[in-house]
């Protein structure tokens, strides 16, 4: 079975605004829910400009966010049944595009996405491109950034494409008046 998100269309190596777009589209897939923000995640070989995977919020069943899918997906295509061990078949360059920051904490008790990139490690995911930082709805005081620059993973916040992912992300809340 072929997975079309890892094919999108020619992003030149190191525009990272194409790629976060192309996290965005994977967003819009995401079910619209009061209780979560709509994410997507691009893995990326930055030393070949491959799409080594994809993922959504809520793609995989139960309460899973984009990082966490793009993961599993990798686990099961590589027959690992951790995905905390994608470090031993992941080449030694890998960039991680996500419309937002990863999470530092999970309401629902699952391990957070930093944790799980982490858990990978800086030696194989070098650098985390994100489009906007986490609001804070859900939780306060995301520590995600620093907890990736205190483990030696670069975090680059892309500007420009603010307006567009909150909107996506933020499909299903109430609206304040």
């Known amino acids: 079975m072929s997975d079309s998100s890892l094919s ?6 190191g525009d990272h605004a194409a790629y976060l777009r192309h996290a965005l589209s994977l967003a819009q897939k995401s079910p619209p ?4 923000y709509r994410v997507g995640a691009v893995l990326v070989n930055a030393a070949t400009n491959e799409v080594l995977s994809t993922g959504y919020t809520l793609e995989l069943p139960g309460n899973t966010h984009a990082e966490q899918c793009c993961f599993e997906k990798l686990a099961q295509k590589h027959s690992l049944d951790d995905a905390g061990k994608l470090a031993d078949v992941l080449p030694d360059d890998v960039a991680l595009y996500t419309t937002m920051e990863p999470c530092s904490f999970r309401l629902s008790g699952n391990l957070p996405c930093v944790d799980r990139i ?3 490690g800086a030696a194989k995911i070098r650098t985390v491109y994100v489009g906007v930082y986490e609001p804070e709805k859900f939780v306060s005081d995301n520590a995600g950034r620093q907890k990736l620059q205190d483990a030696g993973i670069s975090y680059v916040h892309v500007p420009g494409l603010e307006k567009d992912i909150l909107e996506v992300a933020t499909a299903g809340h109430e609206e304040k008046e």
């Open 118 to 120: 982490l858990q990978i």
């Open 8 to 13: 999108p269309p020619n992003i030149p190596a």
């Open 33 to 36: 829910k009061p209780s979560n």
